[in-house]
Nanobody
Framework: QVQLVESGGGLVQAGGSLRLSCAAS????????MGWYRQAPGNQRELVAS???????KYADSVKGRFSISRDNAKNTVYLQMNSLKPEDTAVYYC??????????????WGQGTLVTVSS
């Protein structure tokens, strides 16, 4: 019905940058909030950044000043620009979207996850 496809993960050295992308497709009427979460081995999934349809963004304290979330509503895509990466940023990153379907149902949809590894 609705799918999120992520890309951009990989291996990067500490201090480097990476940009994640997440594109939604399917029976979409509109998308409200979108966000990025991450989960390191043995840890709980945590919110990294979120953005409203109007562009209001919020960040976890651990990434403020380093990460930037943005979206392109015409493309149903959300991005996460990650700068000054640290080893502790290593995790599987998941995209999330609150989607209003063409049937006017509200669905919370998750991407498959993309691995980000930051080496020292």
């Amino acid at each position: 019905q609705v799918q999120l496809v992520e890309s951009g993960g990989g291996l990067v050295q500490a201090g480097g940058s990476l940009r994640l992308s997440c594109a939604a497709s399917g029976s979409i009427f509109s998308i409200n909030g979108m966000g990025w979460y991450r989960q390191a081995p043995g840890n709980q999934r945590e919110l990294v950044a979120s953005i409203s349809r109007g562009g209001n963004a919020k960040y976890a304290d651990s990434v403020k000043g380093r990460f930037s979330i943005s979206r392109d509503n015409a493309k149903n895509t959300v991005y996460l620009q990650m700068n000054s990466l640290k080893p502790e940023d290593t995790a599987v990153y998941y995209c999330n979207a609150d989607v209003v379907t063409t049937a006017r149902a509200l669905l919370g949809v998750w991407g498959q996850g993309t691995l980000v590894t930051v080496s020292s």
